[in-house]
Antibody
Framework: QVQVVQSEGEMKTPGASVKVSCRASGYNFVDYGFSWVRQAPGHGLEWMGWISAYYGDTHFARKFQGRVTLTRDISTNTVFMEMTSLRSDDTAVYYC??????????????WGQGTLVTVSS | DIQMTQSPSSLSASVGDRVTITCRAS??????LNWYQHKPGKAPEVLIYATSILQAGVPSRFSGRGSGTDFTLTISSLEPEDFATYYCQQSATDPRSFGQGTKVDMK
């Protein structure tokens, strides 16, 4: 069965960087793209960006452009999300999602368990 | 960017109630609308994709309708495990935006 497993939670100080990993299994890794979605405390779900597992090209929400980097390693079926210049309002649970497409519509089919990133001095 | 607006933001209901959540897009998204259920401490799960297609394993009491800019998620008879927050999400164009969520709690 499909599994999406993320790295453990991180505690960071303001201005630092964080890199979260996400390993997928149970399907052909390069067949689908990955999105990253976050949820800050008391807030809803926020889409951050997407990476093609096959080509490695990326798209980002405007607020994350330039501060977030998405990469993938086909040899290990892993995608990475790196965020720089962390602020306290980046404290959130970060989800990696393996997308699916059916009937011409892309949706967030398989979610990782989430990684809590806490930014505090 | 396409803005997604859900209503209501929250609602209180009882087991057995019929519940309807509305989602409106700021411009037409065709049928590129998905619904997710999110419970505290767990990852969200897809319920419905492409407006009305139930994801495998999702109970038939869930249904979705709409097209263009106006969409609904209906739970025909609320079960105890349905108390959660529900999000709509459009995938017609990037950024793939979510609605703000609708929290369904117990009356």
């Amino acid at each position: 069965q499909v599994q999406v497993v993320q790295s453990e939670g991180e505690m960071k100080t303001p201005g630092a960087s964080v890199k979260v990993s996400c390993r997928a299994s149970g399907y052909n890794f390069v067949d689908y793209g990955f999105s990253w979605v976050r949820q800050a405390p008391g807030h809803g779900l926020e889409w951050m960006g997407w990476i093609s597992a096959y080509y490695g090209d990326t798209h980002f929400a405007r607020k994350f452009q330039g501060r977030v980097t998405l990469t993938r390693d086909i040899s290990t079926n892993t995608v990475f999300m790196e965020m720089t210049s962390l602020r306290s309002d980046d404290t959130a649970v970060y989800y990696c999602v393996s997308e699916r497409e059916k009937r011409g519509v892309v949706f967030f089919g398989h979610w990782g368990q989430g990684t809590l990133v806490t930014v505090s001095s | 960017d396409i803005q997604m607006t859900q209503s209501p933001s929250s609602l209180s209901a009882s087991v057995g109630d019929r519940v309807t959540i509305t989602c409106r897009a700021s411009q037409s998204i065709g049928s590129s609308l998905n619904w997710y259920q999110h419970k505290p401490g767990k990852a969200p799960e897809v319920l419905i994709y492409a407006t009305s297609i139930l994801q495998a394993g999702v109970p038939s009491r869930f249904s979705g309708r709409g097209s263009g800019t106006d969409f609904t998620l209906t739970i025909s008879s609320l079960e105890p495990e349905d108390f959660a927050t529900y999000y709509c999400q459009q995938s017609a164009t990037d950024p793939r935006s979510f609605g703000q969520g609708t929290k369904v709690d117990m009356k």
